[in-house]
C-alpha cells in the first residue's frame, strides 16, 4: 500500500511538465521551431465541452487564464488515459498583474459530479473515469464557479529526466526526514536531482499533514522547477519534446502555448499557491474529504482574484459540512456508526452534510 501511495506523487510532480513548456519562453532557434511544433501539437486533444470564455480572445488580448492539470492513476507509460486522477491543480497565469497561482484540489473531495447524481456523492477523482476531461472540467467549475480555459492530462513518468535537464532544483525543506534513502533538513537549502526531489516529494506517512503535507512539498517542487524555467533552452530539443508528447494530452495547441510564453512569463517570477483544505469523513462507504462552505468560497475567491474576476458565490455541488460546532460533534460520533454514509448515500441533507448553498 505505501508502495502504491508513493506512485501518486511522481504524478503530481509530472504535472510540472506542462508548466516548464507554458513558461518556458521561445528561447529556441528557429530551425527547430517545426519539429518542435508538429511533437508538440501531437498531444492535442479537446475537452469536448462549450468553453466558458472565448479562450481564443482571452489569448490574444493577453487576458488572464486559467489550466487544469491532471494526472492519471493507470499504468505508467504508453496507458491509454483511462482511469481516475489521482492529482488536479488549477492554475491561473495572469500578464496583467504578473502573477500566478497554483491551487491543489484533493482527490478525495466529496462532491455530487454532473450526469451522475445516483452514484453521489463521489470522489472528484471519478470524474475523469466517467466521463473523461468533459466531465472534470464540468465538475471543477461547477464547485468553484471558476472558468476552466484548458486543460492537460499528463502520464506519470519523465519528472525525474526534466529536474536533471534544468541540472537540479534548490529546495529549503519545511520538514526533516529521511526518505529512500535520502536525509532532509528543516530549513537547510538543499539542492536536489530528479530522484532526490521525488523522494522529498513522495514522502506521506511521516508528515503530521499527512496527504496535505505532501501537496505542500509537491507545490514547492513546481514551483522551484518553474523558477528554473530560464534553462529551457537545455530542455526544448526534439527528443525531450517528442518525449513529453507521449506523456501528456491536452487542448493546449503549440501557438496557445507560444502565446502565453510570450505573455506570461514575467508571471512566473511572482508565484502564490494554495489547496482546498477539507475532513476525512466515511461517505458511501469511502474515505472522502468534506468541506466547509467558507473554504470552499476562500479558493474560489482565490483563483478568481488570480484571474482578475469579480466576486462570485463559490459553486453547488460540493459536499460541504457545517461550520456548527454541535454538528461537527454529532459528525464525530455518528460516522464509527455509518449514520452519515447512509445519509449522503440517499441523496437527503441533515445537520452535518449539506450539496451546494
Not at 453521489?120 to 473515469?129: C, E, H, L, M, V
Not at 468533459?134 to 502520464?155: C, E, H, R, S, W
Not at 496527504?211 to 530539443?237: E, H, P
Request: charged residues 20%; contains cysteine; hydrophobic residues 30%.
Amino acid at each position: 500500500m505505501h508502495r502504491r501511495k508513493g506512485k501518486y506523487i511522481i504524478r503530481n510532480i509530472v504535472l510540472t511538465l506542462i508548466l516548464v513548456l507554458i513558461v518556458g519562453g521561445v528561447a529556441y532557434g528557429m530551425s527547430r521551431y517545426r519539429s518542435i511544433k508538429s511533437s508538440v501539437n501531437s498531444s492535442f486533444n479537446a475537452s469536448g465541452i462549450t468553453k466558458e470564455r472565448d479562450v481564443n480572445k482571452q489569448l490574444a488580448d493577453k487576458k488572464p487564464i486559467s489550466i487544469l492539470l491532471l494526472g492519471t492513476d493507470t499504468g505508467a507509460l504508453g496507458r491509454s488515459y483511462k482511469g481516475r486522477t489521482d492529482s488536479m491543480m488549477v492554475v491561473t497565469l495572469n500578464p496583467t498583474t504578473n502573477k500566478t497561482t497554483i491551487t491543489s484540489v484533493p482527490r478525495d473531495t466529496a462532491v455530487t459530479i454532473p450526469g451522475f447524481a445516483s452514484q453521489s456523492p463521489s470522489k472528484i477523482n471519478a470524474a475523469y473515469a466517467w466521463g473523461q476531461a468533459k466531465t472534470t472540467i464540468g465538475t471543477v467549475q461547477k464547485m468553484l464557479n471558476i472558468p476552466i480555459d484548458f486543460y492537460a492530462l499528463i502520464n506519470m513518468g519523465g519528472m525525474e529526466k526534466v529536474i536533471d535537464q534544468v541540472n537540479g532544483v534548490d529546495v529549503t525543506p519545511t520538514l526533516g526526514f529521511t526518505y529512500e534513502g535520502y536525509t532532509f533538513k528543516k530549513g537547510i537549502k538543499t539542492h536536489m536531482n530528479g530522484k532526490k526531489a521525488l523522494a522529498y516529494s513522495r514522502m506521506r506517512y511521516d508528515d503530521p499533514d499527512n496527504d496535505y503535507g505532501r501537496q505542500k512539498r509537491q507545490r514547492t517542487v513546481l514551483m522551484a522547477l518553474v523558477k528554473k524555467s530560464g534553462s529551457i533552452s537545455t530542455l526544448l530539443n526534439q527528443s525531450f519534446i517528442s518525449s513529453l508528447a507521449k506523456q501528456t494530452q491536452t487542448d493546449l495547441t503549440f501557438d496557445d502555448l507560444t502565446s502565453l510564453a510570450q505573455n506570461c512569463r514575467s508571471a512566473t517570477k511572482n508565484l502564490k499557491e494554495t489547496h482546498l483544505q477539507g475532513t476525512g469523513k466515511e461517505l458511501n462507504d469511502q474515505s472522502m474529504e468534506v468541506m466547509k462552505k467558507s473554504e470552499l468560497q476562500r479558493v474560489t475567491n482565490f483563483i478568481r482574484n488570480g484571474l482578475s474576476l469579480s466576486y462570485k458565490k463559490t459553486g453547488s455541488i460540493a459536499v460541504f459540512s457545517s461550520t456548527n460546532s454541535k454538528s461537527k460533534r454529532r459528525s464525530s460520533s455518528s460516522s464509527s456508526t455509518g449514520t452519515n454514509a447512509t445519509t449522503a448515500n440517499s441523496g437527503t441533507n441533515n445537520s452535518d452534510y449539506g450539496y451546494g448553498y
